[in-house]
């Protein structure tokens, strides 16, 4: 007999959103039951994103960490197309041999059921289930701003840079530390890279100083220098390839939850926390 996988939310489960924090990232449970996109949109609001799950442990601590059984998380897909996380545009490993993360529930999946949902079942194991995206759940956002900006100092090689939570476009940032006589950070190598990403646990996808020219090269705003771009034999970081949405030509740095630093095409519109550089 075939289980169905579905949940209801008990009478006594809060309204109020419960934060938790685990290896450095905050998350925010969200009990209100919406529709996937308008999950999503929600989470972009609050200046964050539907939760990325990297890996079992983090699988785990997510469906542990709330009363909620069925949850709208931060992956879908378009007719015919894989699945991909939304935020950064990678696609998942749904290859079971290759090491992925094994919890789909459903193999294949359903036509028509393009939004995901993590589902904890009796024995508290979470589930990947493909639904309806018009279906209404609760939700988790991750990495959700702090009310009052944060701004750190931090100097690495001789050099300092100023962090801040400031959600803000590329240009905009661009503008910020220029206007504070510094410039958008320029990254040389992996060791500045893990100097960025780890300069604090609030950081976790942050605008630097590169974009996309009108020839489609990528180099860095300050200096005129090229970065070596996605596919590019001399890139020192893997870049993040998003294939799904048209014009992505700023350059953020995205920390995973291994603490891996990697470049990552975004629109210059979308608003990141961002780190400006200056010298001795």
């Given at each position: ?34 529709s996937w996109d ?110 009052e900006p944060i ?115 975004r629109s210059c ?12």
């Open positions: 007999m075939l289980t169905c996988l579905t949940a209801t939310v008990p009478e006594s489960t809060p309204t109020v959103p419960e934060v938790r924090f685990h290896k450095d990232r905050r998350y925010e449970f969200i009990f209100n039951r919406v308008e999950a999503d949109r929600v989470c972009h609001k609050k200046g964050g994103y539907l939760t990325i799950i990297d890996d079992m442990e983090e699988a785990y601590f997510l469906t542990n960490s709330s009363e909620l059984h069925d949850t709208w998380i931060g992956a879908s897909r378009k007719r015919g197309h894989p699945w991909y996380w939304t935020h950064t545009g990678e696609m998942l490993n749904t290859n079971v041999t290759d090491n992925a993360i094994d919890l789909f529930a459903n193999r294949p999946q359903r036509i028509g059921y393009d939004c995901f949902n993590l589902f904890r079942d009796k024995n508290n194991k979470p589930l990947f289930v493909d639904r309806r995206c018009a279906q209404r759940f609760g939700f988790i956002c991750e990495e959700v701003s702090e009310p701004i750190e100092l931090n100097s690495f090689r001789g050099r300092y840079y100023m962090f801040s939570s400031h959600l803000a476009t590329w240009d905009d940032a661009v503008a910020t530390c220029n206007k504070n006589g510094s410039y958008l950070a320029i990254v040389d190598d992996v060791e500045e890279a893990k100097f960025i990403v780890n300069a604090s646990r609030y950081f976790h996808d942050t605008w630097v100083g590169g974009h996309r020219t009108h020839d489609g090269q990528w180099e860095w705003t300050h200096t005129g220098q090229e970065v070596p771009g996605p596919n590019d034999s001399r890139a020192f970081l893997r870049w993040i390839n998003n294939l799904i949405r048209p014009n992505l030509d700023c350059v953020n740095i995205y920390r995973d939850s291994g603490n891996w630093p990697y470049f990552l095409e519109q979308e608003k990141h926390a961002f780190v400006c550089e200056e010298g001795e």
